[in-house]
T-cell receptor
Framework: AQSVAQPEDQVNVAEGNPLTVKCTYSVSGNPYLFWYVQYPNRGLQFLLKYITGDNLVKGSYGFEAEFNKSQTSFHLKKPSALVSDSALYFC???????????FGTGTRLTVIP | NAGVTQTPKFRILKIGQSMTLQCTQD?????MYWYRQDPGMGLKLIYYSVGAGITDKGEVPNGYNVSRSTTEDFPLRLELAAPSQTSVYFCASSYSSERNQPQHFGDGTRLSIL
């Protein structure tokens, strides 16, 4: 069975400070991990993915994510937050044997000017 | 590029009515998906398709039907609308069966059943 947990419903960070949005996962095989962002009244937009290889993955808009196999985590990070980063962020996992993604419940990021 | 287009953007239905949510993509993607998004619940997969003529159930298929007669189109049908189907519905597509391909989403259909 696959599952994803985003333990924080809301994350607030000051503009210019580093941000972290947490995600942990559970899969039976090799994980394929994704981060998506959703702006108001829009669909989800792909940010980055981890398949294999380097544990630090770089994506769009200056975001990066760190894969940690021992902690089964895939936290999203950015060194310096922008007000425009305020949005809803979803972590998703695909088990190596599955056709579809399982999404977390989302974390609302608010960057305070 | 249009990407994934969903129509309508908003709809209010009465209990027991039926409707079809339209989804079309112009990226020649084989895989297409329907999700519903409820507050605090993330996205739940309703149905998906791996190609024209092939569909399969996701996590929450009850009360819905789909068809895939062309690569481009993947409509979602609600036959007897119920209040529990009030949600935001998203269609998505991806290029291939490679499991590292990201999904591309439409902007959603906001559906209220009263």
């Amino acid at each position: 069975a696959q599952s994803v947990a985003q333990p924080e419903d809301q994350v607030n960070v000051a503009e210019g400070n580093p941000l972290t949005v947490k995600c942990t996962y559970s899969v039976s095989g090799n994980p394929y991990l994704f981060w998506y962002v959703q702006y108001p009244n829009r669909g989800l937009q792909f940010l980055l993915k981890y398949i294999t290889g380097d544990n630090l993955v770089k994506g769009s808009y200056g975001f990066e994510a760190e894969f940690n196999k021992s902690q089964t985590s895939f936290h999203l990070k950015k060194p310096s937050a922008l007000v425009s980063d305020s949005a809803l962020y979803f972590c998703a996992v695909r088990d190596g044997g599955a056709n579809n993604l399982f999404f977390g419940t989302g974390t609302r990021l608010t960057v305070i000017p | 590029n249009a990407g994934v287009t969903q129509t309508p953007k908003f709809r209010i239905l009465k209990i027991g009515q039926s409707m079809t949510l339209q989804c079309t993509q112009d990226m020649n993607h084989n895989y297409m998906y329907w999700y519903r998004q409820d507050p605090g619940m993330g996205l739940k997969l309703i149905y998906y398709s791996v190609g024209a003529g092939i569909t399969d159930k996701g996590e929450v298929p009850n009360g819905y039907n789909v068809s895939r007669s062309t690569t481009e189109d993947f409509p979602l049908r609600l036959e007897l609308a119920a209040p529990s189907q009030t949600s935001v519905y998203f269609c998505a597509s991806s290029y291939s069966s490679e499991r590292n391909q990201p999904q591309h989403f439409g902007d959603g259909t906001r559906l209220s059943i009263l």
